[in-house]
């Protein structure tokens, strides 16, 4: 049976340019069915199916959520390392009174330790008390006056230099027991776990600044900084980010905060010791992220 399409010649027509072209077409396939897409101008080929279009796929995909914690991160987040700290200078003051009282015949430097001890466990617990109006303020003095006690990092250090002068205590004629165990609890809590937070939390902040940047340098970087900012304070209405709004943009960049990160996170916002992270503070430091990231908080 002749093809309808041999009246005319366009057919075979079509088989002599296909030939030259290199390709051969389907056989009684008429020249518009031959191929599985169509040209598009600047030279694309795009599938008739549109399940296989690019850019409907682009469309359709969804980011992928992080996955959900673990228990080990669930317990670490509920962690109170600030608390634990906070404890930490009262047992410490506790202790040493308890070695005045009941250990007779101490050494002249043994009385002079334990004044420096009982001094820095007072500084102990202001800096790790819970923050409310009367403490809030005597912190940010604290933290104004002796910057490294702002970082996480650097509290940890003042933790272990503590340490080590409550085992100076021990002597074979006063052993100063109460007084060393305090520094036994501050070496292995409040030492070794502030240095932790303070390198998981400068992980996260580098993950938020990750976030917020996209990619961006230079003046651009400065602009969607500016913008994150005012998008955070819309909520407040006071031109200030508090530690729930550094929680949400953590969150919003894939990661949970535990109550010690967040605080870690705030006081290096805070670089003016405002007690709140100002505009002017929020894009200085996360530009400082642009050249460098930060190993600790």
């Known amino acids: 049976m002749a093809n309808a399409y041999d009246d005319d010649g366009d057919y075979d027509d079509y088989n002599e340019r296909a030939a030259l072209a290199g390709d051969k077409p389907a056989e009684n396939e008429p020249p518009e069915q031959v191929g599985i897409g169509h040209e598009q101008p600047g030279g694309k080929l795009y599938s008739d199916d549109a399940s296989a279009d690019p850019e409907t796929q682009t469309n359709d995909a969804t980011p992928a959520q992080p996955p959900p914690p673990s228990w080990c991160e669930k317990c670490f987040n509920w962690f109170p ?6 404890l930490g200078g009262l047992v410490l ?3 040493c009174c308890l070695d005045f009282a009941f250990n007779g015949g101490d050494s002249f430097i043994q009385w002079i330790l334990r004044l420096y001890l009982i001094f820095f466990g007072a500084i102990m617990a202001i800096v790790e ?3 409310w109006r009367f403490t809030r303020g005597i912190q940010l003095r604290v933290f104004f006056w002796f910057r490294i006690l702002s970082r996480m990092w650097g509290r940890a250090w003042f933790y272990l230099f503590i340490s080590i002068l409550c085992f100076a205590e021990f002597s074979r004629e006063n052993w100063g ?5 305090a520094g036994f609890y501050l070496f292995c809590v409040c030492t070794i776990f502030s240095f932790i937070f303070s390198r998981f939390g400068a992980t996260k902040l580098n993950r938020m600044y990750a976030f917020v940047a996209s990619g961006a340098e230079g ?5 969607q900084l500016e913008s994150k900012f005012d998008e955070l304070a819309a ?19 894939g990661r949970e905060l535990s109550n010690g990160e967040r605080h870690v996170i705030q006081t290096y916002l805070d670089e003016s010791c405002n ?3 100002s505009k ?18």
């Open 81 to 86: 390392i600030r608390s634990l700290c906070f």
């Open 93 to 95: 003051i506790a202790c």
């Open 129 to 131: 008390s819970p923050t």
């Open 177 to 181: 027991e109460f007084t060393v165990t």
């Open 219 to 223: 003046e651009a970087l400065k602009t």
């Open 235 to 253: 909520v407040t209405h006071d031109l200030r980010l508090g530690s729930q709004e550094i929680a949400k943009l953590a969150k919003d960049a």
């Open 275 to 277: 007690g709140y992270v």
């Open 280 to 297: 002017e503070d929020f894009v200085k430091q996360f530009m400082k992220l642009n050249t460098e990231k930060q190993r600790f908080l």
